[in-house]
């Protein structure tokens, strides 16, 4: 297959149409590489996530962002280090493996704007609020979260300028899934979460039936995706306009 793909069967040798093809493939790559300035917030759910199945470097790039440029809570390491719950998803060898990585990243600074903190406080957990009004905070464009909890119940508060200003920009597990399942084989992909068979998403929509091919698997992961966005209010980031969120 040529490198650039079927396009250059019908390039041939007119050197005004491969002009044209090749500084159109320039501005692609170009656009693709481009990093943005800032920093993408991630919650502890999906950074053990990602981190564990070594798809963070890649699925941060697909925002145009380096592992340089993640965020994390400051919670997280003592969450790993202690936290019944994540050990009971994740399992120890999975947070010791990665442990190490997490503690390497930069912490998310605290928010100022206190009012805004106490009002997220009063409908999800305190990691989640903080990572949510530091998003607001700081103008980051996305907000990476494994918690549908913390996103219903943004969606159902009051707090109106804070989904007004985070519409579109949450970013779940099933988004990121769909992604990389577009991209790979969901073999593949299931290969990469082998050690989170305790998740129970993951253990679903990547199970050995549902990928056994694409249309399975994204059919899976749809159905997830779409239940939080009927009742996410425009908070989430969608991947796929015309195949998700319908």
Not at 73 to 78: F, S
Not at 155 to 173: D, F, P
Request: charged share 25%.
């Amino acid at each position: 297959r040529h490198p650039r793909g079927d396009s250059a069967k019908f390039v041939g040798d007119n050197p005004d149409l491969r002009s044209y093809v090749d500084s159109r493939l320039k501005r692609l790559m170009g656009r693709s590489m481009r990093r943005r300035s800032g920093a993408l917030l991630v919650d502890t759910d999906i950074l053990i996530a990602l981190a564990s199945s070594g798809t963070l470097e890649s699925v941060a790039s697909k925002f145009g962002f380096a592992v340089s440029q993640l965020r994390r809570l400051e919670a997280a390491v003592p969450q790993i280090r202690r936290g019944k719950r994540f050990r009971d998803v994740y399992g120890e060898a999975v947070l010791c493996r990665i442990l190490p990585f997490v503690e390497s990243l930069e912490v998310i600074d605290a928010p100022n704007n206190l009012e805004l903190l106490d009002q997220l406080n009063g409908h999800m957990d305190s990691g989640e609020a903080l990572l949510l009004a530091a998003a607001i905070e700081n103008g980051c464009p996305y907000v990476l979260t494994g918690d549908k909890n913390a996103v219903r119940a943004l969606a159902e508060s009051r707090i109106n300028a804070c989904i007004r200003t985070l519409q579109g920009r949450i970013v779940i597990l099933e988004a990121v899934l769909w992604m990389l399942v577009a991209e790979h084989e969901p073999a593949e992909v299931r290969d990469w979460f082998r050690d989170l068979t305790d998740h129970k998403t993951l253990r679903v929509v990547l199970s050995e039936r549902a990928t056994a091919d694409r249309a399975t698997c994204q059919g899976a992961i749809r159905s997830y995706y779409d239940e939080i966005f009927r009742v996410a209010n425009g908070l989430l980031y969608n991947p796929d306009p015309d195949r998700l969120g319908q």
